[in-house]
């Protein structure tokens, strides 16, 4: 690569800009620029160029056509080590652009600007921008690309330390960056449009799924030391988590984030004060209150071994009173909307205790459950419907009381987050026992019983599917569970409901399933 002479500045995002260029002026790079980047260059004291006065083409359309010209395109894709290239460009007066600093029209910005209209969106579709960043990423072996703010100074540096050359492996790096920038910038573009045609319909499946990722952590492992691992931020979307920030404690690992999102997912569905206690993707404790401090307590009563070494999710904001009811608990994670000052001073002291706030969860209507197999994606909807509780039928002899209803709604809500074969067995204030992931159902019935450290007489369980036969409930009735809520559809579903009237238990039915694997 020949030493750097031209460079092309074009940019929306302007931070950086000004030194960038006073840095290339001083290396006596000859600067181009265009619109609202010459404007605050030259208010920066920075001699440039207009590319118009290049081309000898005025600006048209609004700005819509000014760096598409044979002068300007022509001088980035010339490949310097073809004779032929450089002939050509010395015919027709072209002289080569040996830097393209370019980023594109903020389009995500103006789509997640509330009130922005259709007209204003596509004004923001740029054009110019990613033509010449491709073509001066294609060139990449005579022209150094750049697209991010954040990359100028190591830019500089090289151009300082090496008399204006760029080594080869920045440059491809840059061009890499570039390619994936366009890319990104496209599906964005795309995926509005798709929004648009189809007027916000999102339940079909599209022919090409694109989900685009940008890496925003770096865990120091996966699920196990010997495994890499990252974790990734969907572009377009508002985010992890609906946009958290860590307040404190050691980095979030990979199994972290997967207890949070679970837990915070769950805690999400209840209106009332609920504390979520979660260990392996799992429920292990759910309590509801009128405040949030006797909500982590029955939580906490569930199942206080598990709960050591927990990630904990709140619906709540933290106080210092929570705070102090959970200070003898090990926790790896707090999930909640705000810590309050006397929680985070609580809390201080506890330097490994991770904190996140983030806001509560809601699905957006684009959003898809992707679970990854090997050479592919399964895609299905979330699992997040409301629970239409008028639907339920009671298809047995006894009928639940008013107590029990509430009870079988609140373990309800709980066992659709629950590995399956899922059993929770609960009160209107609690979870009881969780039975997850089991092979059996039956099993799941049992452990579900085993578990349980509060008194499990007059309890409710619920069941994430139909039992299959009626050893489920038989065991969950000698267990003394009084009420049972399932989705029903077993082929012995007869067989399964003489069982409760045999109990004289109450037996309601959802009609919907809710596994979850």
């Keep these: 690569m020949l030493q750097a002479q031209r460079a092309l500045l074009s940019v929306s995002n302007k931070e950086g800009i000004a030194e960038l260029g006073k840095a290339l002026e001083a290396l006596g790079i000859e600067i181009l620029s265009t619109g609202g980047t010459m404007k605050h260059l030259e208010e920066a004291g920075v001699a440039v160029k207009k590319v118009s006065q290049i081309t000898g083409s005025p600006e048209i359309l609004d700005g819509r056509v000014k760096t598409l010209h044979p002068t ?94 760029v080594p080869d492996s920045m440059r491809r790096r840059l061009a890499l960056k570039a390619f994936r920038h366009t890319q990104a910038y496209d599906t964005a573009i795309a995926n509005w449009l798709e929004r648009e ?62 207890d949070a999102d679970a837990a915070r997912k769950l805690v999400s569905l209840f209106e009332a004060p ?38 904990i999710a709140v619906n709540r904001d933290v106080d210092e009173d929570l705070a102090t009811a959970m200070k003898a608990l090990f926790v790896e994670v707090i999930v909640a909307p705000k810590f309050g000052d006397g929680a985070r001073s609580r809390y201080s002291a506890k330097r490994n205790l991770r904190l996140i706030e983030s806001p509560l969860y ?33 298809v047995t002899d006894a009928k639940p009381s008013e107590d029990q209803r509430r009870a079988l709604e609140l373990n309800w809500t709980v066992c659709r987050h629950v590995k399956s074969n899922a059993i929770v067995v609960g009160n209107k204030h609690q979870t009881v026992g969780v039975g997850a992931g089991q092979m059996s159902r039956v099993d799941s019935c049992r452990l579900a019983l085993e578990k349980a450290v509060l008194p499990l007489q007059g309890t409710v369980a619920a ?27 077993s082929k012995r579903d007869d067989e399964v409901i003489a069982a409760a009237n045999d109990h004289g238990i109450a037996m309601l039915m959802t009609g919907r399933r809710h596994f979850k694997h």
């Design 274 to 311: 609920t504390v979520v206690i979660s260990k392996h993707n799992n429920p292990c404790g759910v309590g509801t209150a009128s405040n949030i401090v006797e909500a982590y307590e029955r939580a906490l009563a569930c199942d206080p071994v598990s709960a050591f070494g927990s990630v």
């Design 72 to 165: 300007i395109h022509g001088g980035i894709l010339a490949d310097r080590s073809r004779s032929s290239h450089l002939a050509e460009l010395h015919e027709h007066g072209i002289r080569p652009i040996d830097l393209v600093v370019v980023n594109l029209y903020p389009f995500e910005e103006t789509v997640a600007t509330e009130g922005a209209t259709a007209n204003e969106i596509i004004e923001n579709i740029d054009i110019g921008g990613p033509c010449m960043l491709r073509a001066a990423a294609k060139n990449h072996a005579g022209v150094v690309v750049v697209v991010d703010p954040a990359d100028y100074p190591q830019v500089i540096a090289s151009l300082q330390e090496t008399d204006g050359i």
């Design 362 to 394: 809601a699905p957006q209507p684009s959003e898809f459950d992707l679970r990854g197999i090997s050479g592919g994606f399964l895609a299905q909807n979330v699992d997040c419907e409301g629970h239409d509780y008028d639907d339920w039928k009671c």
């Design 197 to 258: 045609t189809s007027g916000g319909h999102t339940e079909d499946f599209p022919q090409r799924l694109r989900v685009d990722l940008v890496r925003e952590l770096e865990p120091r492992y996966g699920e196990n030391p010997h495994q890499g691992s990252a974790i990734y931020r969907t572009i377009g979307e508002s985010g992890i988590f609906g946009g958290f920030e860590q307040l404190q404690g050691k980095e979030l690992s990979w199994n972290n984030m997967l």
């Design 463 to 489: 069941s994430d599917a139909f039992f299959p036969f009626r050893d489920g409930v038989d065991t969950l009735a000698e267990g003394g569970v009084t009420a049972i809520v399932q989705p029903g559809g």
